[in-house]
T-cell receptor, first 115, second 111 residues
Framework: ETGVTQSPTHLIKTRGQQVTLRCSSQ?????VSWYQQALGQGPQFIFQ???????GRGNFPPRFSGLQFPNYSSELNVNALELDDSALYLC??????????????FGPGTRLTVL | DQQVKQNSPSLSVQEGRISILNCDYT??????FLWYKKYPAEGPTFLIS?????DKNEDGRFTVFLNKSAKHLSLHIVPSQPGDSAVYFC??????????FGTGTSLTVIP
């Protein structure tokens, strides 16, 4: 069984640029959630995708957007990068959409630095 | 507004002793609580959970206690082992919707 993978591992961008982060969900999982973890903070929910549709969103502006593909992999796109977007971005997969008490399996994250 | 709080950023414990990690929450609608463990360069991994209909859940060396009236939960690790050294996050959810995480407690178990 393949776990959750994310790419790239690290990324450096400058303010105003756009970035795309990628996530492959665990085998058999149809739901992907994205989290932002700033330094010294816990993960904060950005949004969730279930069956290729956004299925819940946290308190993040529209310049944070996403996609889910038929194979349940997912992308997180961030436009007009700001310095405060520097963080670890975590992807988590699970079965069954939301609401759900099913366990989430996290990937190792992508470390984004905005200069 | 931080709905889940872990007020101790770090904790050091001798090997073999008990580790107690604490978590407080503000939202009375939360009905499901989890603890995750995170090693450097890895994503969080699920450790143990508890539903609001229970006040205790045990899994091997790990026990989670829930005090709904105080809006407080704690994770007990007995006996603590060096491999338990990691960052521990508590998380909470209302009706299985969005999960809210605390800021984490870094546990160091000293051999």
């Amino acid at each position: 069984e393949t776990g959750v993978t994310q790419s790239p591992t690290h990324l450096i961008k400058t303010r105003g640029q756009q970035v795309t982060l990628r996530c492959s969900s665990q085998s058999g999982h149809n739901t992907v959630s994205w989290y932002q973890q700033a330094l010294g903070q816990g993960p904060q929910f950005i949004f969730q995708y279930y069956r290729e549709e956004e299925n819940g969103r946290g308190n993040f502006p529209p310049r944070f957007s996403g996609l889910q593909f038929p194979n349940y992999s997912s992308e997180l796109n961030v436009n007009a990068l700001e310095l405060d977007d520097s963080a670890l971005y975590l992807c988590a997969s699970t079965k069954g959409g939301s609401p759900s008490y099913n366990e989430q399996f996290f990937g190792p994250g992508t470390r984004l630095t905005v200069l | 507004d931080q709905q889940v709080k872990q007020n101790s950023p770090s904790l050091s414990v001798q090997e073999g002793r008990i580790s107690i990690l604490n978590c407080d929450y503000t939202n009375s609608m939360f009905d499901y609580f989890l603890w995750y463990k995170k090693y450097p360069a890895e994503g969080p991994t699920f450790l143990i959970s508890i539903s609001s209909i229970k006040d205790k859940n045990e899994d091997g060396r790990f026990t989670v206690f829930l005090n709904k009236s105080a809006k407080h939960l704690s994770l007990h690790i007995v006996p603590s082992q060096p491999g338990d050294s990691a960052v521990y996050f508590c998380a909470a959810s209302a009706a299985g919707n969005q999960f809210y995480f605390g800021t984490g407690t870094s546990l160091t178990v000293i051999p």
